[in-house]
């Protein structure tokens, strides 16, 4: 199971990037898939999830501006980030699973800033 996450950089506060999650070793439209993510100092929080069947959750800090979604012939997962703010700034997991993932990916950079 590899799960490896892209789409990461730098942008200015109320841009928007989208990351990636390529998922291989399984197939990833048989499992929740979740993202998180780690500002400095501070401890993993999760972000997004969607289930098998396409529904959604998020978290309230970021409702209404990320979306998740998944492709299922391309076995990947995306968050489309948008209106990004400072405090968005954290490095992204993708994860296999829901309230509990058993895999994660190694994280990307999102740096929000001026």
């Known amino acids: 199971v590899q799960l490896v996450e892209s789409g990461g950089g730098l942008v200015q506060p109320g841009g928007s990037l989208r990351l990636s999650c390529a998922a291989s070793?399984?197939?990833?439209?048989?499992?929740?898939m979740s993202w998180y993510r780690q500002a400095p100092g501070k401890e993993r929080e999760w972000v997004a999830r969607i289930t098998t069947s396409g529904g959604t959750t998020y978290s309230d800090s970021v409702k209404g501006r990320f979306t998740i979604s998944r492709d299922n012939f391309k076995n990947t997962v995306f968050l489309q980030m948008n209106s990004l703010k400072s405090e968005t700034t954290a490095v992204y997991y993708c994860a296999r699973g829901g309230a509990m993932p058993t895999y994660w990916g190694q994280g990307t950079q999102v740096t929000v800033s001026s």
């Open positions: 070793g399984f197939t990833s439209k048989y499992y929740q």
